[in-house]
């Protein structure tokens, strides 16, 4: 029986942009949103949303990754990166039906600046969950093991009495592995009608 259930956020609960976040740094920086995209700092990026890397660290080999020289200014970068979040998802409400009847839980790679500075202060689903695994929290990211097996333990649960909902199937194949079950999300009215499925929500 499901007793606990896991939303990821960027993608399920909110819209997730990138292509503004490119184009406001392109105008900003004057550099082709193409070589902005080509020179994301992947490696990097993992290590900020592990919690090595703090945001000003993020900021400056975001800066430095870009065509020297570069003249993105502090502020704009920041200004970029909360371009990347968008509205809140239909998602949300499904999350909030549940809540009444489940333990809620966040999971989700992300990092401190998106958090703190955005989505605690511009979100309603926040205030809905019992609480929140972060990977630059604990170190580790989605699909690893570990950060699945931290999320049971603060919400002090059995896998077999949890559910996992995300948009990307890596990191919902990865929870099944340690058997939990998962939903690959979609959109909002396919995930009503997995819940059907598994018996969680009578109807949609």
Known sequence: MIKTIFFDIGGVLIDIHPERTYQYLSDSADVEVSMVKESFPWDAHDQYERGIMNNEDWFITYK?????????KRSDFWNAWKLLLGEEKNTVNILEALNKQYSIWLLSNTNPKHI??????????????????????VGVRKPEKEIYEIAM?????????CLF????????????????????????????????HLGIINEY
């Open 64 to 72: 430095e990754s870009l065509p020297q020289p570069c003249c993105l």
């Open 116 to 137: 703190q500075d955005e989505i605690e202060k511009r979100y309603l689903f926040p205030s809905l969950v019992n609480g929140a695994v972060y990977s630059f929290d």
């Open 153 to 161: 333990q603060r919400a002090n649960a059995n896998p077999q009495e």
């Open 165 to 196: 909902i995300d948009d990307l199937l890596e990191n919902i194949q990865a929870a099944k592995q340690i058997g939990i079950e998962g939903v690959h999300f979609i959109s909002s009215e396919q995930l009503k009608q997995e819940l059907v």
